[in-house]
C-alpha cells in the first residue's frame, strides 16, 4: 500500500479514536455530575477509554514508529475539535455542579 495513504489512514483513526476518548470524557463528566456514584462512573469510562485509545494505537501503529506519530496528531487533533465543539453548547445546555454555602 502506498506510504502516504496509510499514514493519512492512521491520521483518521487516531481522530476517530480520540473523537470516542475525547467525547466520552465530556459525557462522562455530565453524567458523573448528577450520577450518586461519580467515581465510580468516572473511573470506570478512564478504564475503558484508556484501553480502546491503547488498544487502537497498538493496532494503528503496526510496529511502525510513522503511523504511530500520525495516530498520535490525529489523537491530538481530535482533542481541539472535541474541545472547540463542547465550548459552543448554548449556556441552557451547560450544567454545573451546585455550589456550596
Same mark, same amino acid.
Given at each position: 500500500?502506498?506510504?502516504? =495513504?496509510? $499514514? %493519512?489512514?492512521?491520521?483518521?483513526?487516531? &481522530? !476517530?479514536?480520540?473523537?470516542?476518548?475525547?467525547?466520552? +470524557?465530556?459525557?462522562?463528566?455530565?453524567?458523573?455530575?448528577?450520577?450518586?456514584?461519580?467515581?465510580?462512573?468516572?473511573?470506570?469510562?478512564?478504564?475503558?477509554?484508556?484501553? =480502546?485509545? $491503547? %488498544?487502537?494505537?497498538?493496532?494503528?501503529? &503496526? !510496529?511502525?514508529?510513522?503511523?504511530?506519530?500520525?495516530? +498520535?496528531?490525529?489523537?491530538?487533533?481530535?482533542?481541539?475539535?472535541?474541545?472547540?465543539?463542547?465550548?459552543?453548547?448554548?449556556?441552557?445546555?451547560?450544567?454545573?455542579?451546585?455550589?456550596?454555602?
Amino acid at each position: 500500500m502506498n506510504e502516504t =495513504l496509510t $499514514l %493519512v489512514l492512521a491520521l483518521a483513526a487516531g &481522530g !476517530g479514536l480520540g473523537a470516542v476518548f475525547f467525547g466520552g +470524557l465530556w459525557w462522562t463528566v455530565r453524567k458523573g455530575v448528577s450520577s450518586k456514584q461519580p467515581a465510580l462512573w468516572i473511573f470506570g469510562s478512564l478504564l475503558l477509554r484508556g484501553i =480502546l485509545a $491503547l %488498544v487502537g494505537f497498538y493496532f494503528v501503529s &503496526g !510496529g511502525q514508529w510513522q503511523r504511530l506519530l500520525a495516530c +498520535l496528531l490525529g489523537f491530538v487533533m481530535a482533542r481541539l475539535v472535541v474541545t472547540w465543539l463542547t465550548q459552543t453548547l448554548p449556556a441552557s445546555e451547560a450544567r454545573h455542579a451546585p455550589q456550596s454555602r
